[in-house]
């Protein structure tokens, strides 16, 4: 049985560390999720009991331990992570809005099955949005920002190294979180942040073939190099490969 944390403990959501803290007067269900750190540049909420639900979930959708098709209970899910079923439907909602559950009407969830058609069209969209924000990064990023993606770059090496997927996977997407934001395009960061989460699942499972992490880092090292010359078009191209 999977355990959700329990007020005043401490946990790791794809790398973002989290406390949870019960609001006074209130049920354990309603308690709320704070990030352990927090960026000074910029102010980041707490994030509700359902929004930390739904990032288990999708955690767990995109490493395929909940498989296409897979039926999501929301009473077992109540009873199973400790939480309010009013939370649950909440997180369903969550993972709908970025294509990943599906609620069918007197039915409930189910965890999102894609064709192949489907999947090369995604792609195709997410490869111009990438490179779109490679292209405004190369153009606006900052430079503690910039430090920031050489750093991480670093790390994904690193991981890559030892073999280890995981935290590589993670590092993958803190790093294009940070790269959809570097342009200052905020609508771009947003929709790639709900729209990329459809192709998270087969990201993570085309980089667990042989050589895929080691071709992946290099990928990212150049796009870096590119981006800290200011080279908008060698970005953007590389982005879109």
């Known amino acids: 049985m999977t355990t959700f944390?329990?007020?005043g403990k401490q946990g790791r959501s794809f790398g973002i560390p989290y406390t949870i803290h019960p609001i006074p007067g209130t049920r354990r269900q309603d308690c709320m999720i704070f990030p352990a750190?927090?960026?000074p540049r910029s102010f980041s909420p707490p994030l509700s009991i359902a929004e930390g639900v739904a990032r288990h979930l999708e955690e767990q959708i995109i490493r395929n331990e909940l498989k296409p098709g897979t039926r999501l209970v929301e009473r077992n899910l109540a009873e199973s992570l400790g939480v309010s079923r009013i939370s649950i439907r909440e997180a369903f909602r969550i993972l709908a809005l970025s294509g990943l559950v599906k609620i069918i009407p007197r039915k409930g969830a189910q965890v999102t099955s894609i064709t192949r058609k489907e999947v090369e069209e995604i792609y195709t969209l997410?490869?111009?949005?990438?490179?779109?924000?490679a292209r405004l990064a190369a153009r606006n990023i900052r430079?503690?920002?910039?430090?920031?993606?050489?750093k991480i770059a670093g790390q994904m090496a690193e991981k890559s190294a030892r073999g280890d997927l995981p935290s590589y996977f993670r590092l993958n997407l803190k790093f294009h979180r940070l790269l959809s934001q570097g342009g200052g395009n905020e609508r771009l960061a947003q929709i790639?942040?709900?729209f990329g989460k459809q192709t998270h699942r087969f990201?993570?499972?085309?980089?667990?073939?042989?050589?895929?992490?080691?071709?992946?880092?290099?990928?990212h090292q150049r796009l870096?190099?590119?981006?800290?010359r200011r080279q908008e078009d060698k970005a953007e191209k590389i982005a879109r490969t």
């Open 37 to 39: 750190k927090k960026k």
């Open 224 to 228: 870096v190099e590119a981006i800290r």
């Open 126 to 133: 997410r490869a111009n949005l990438v490179g779109l924000a």
């Open 203 to 219: 990201r993570y499972a085309s980089m667990s073939l042989p050589g895929r992490m080691q071709k992946s880092s290099s990928y």
């Open 5 to 7: 944390p329990c007020p």
């Open 192 to 194: 790639l942040g709900n």
């Open 143 to 150: 430079s503690e920002d910039l430090k920031e993606l050489r």
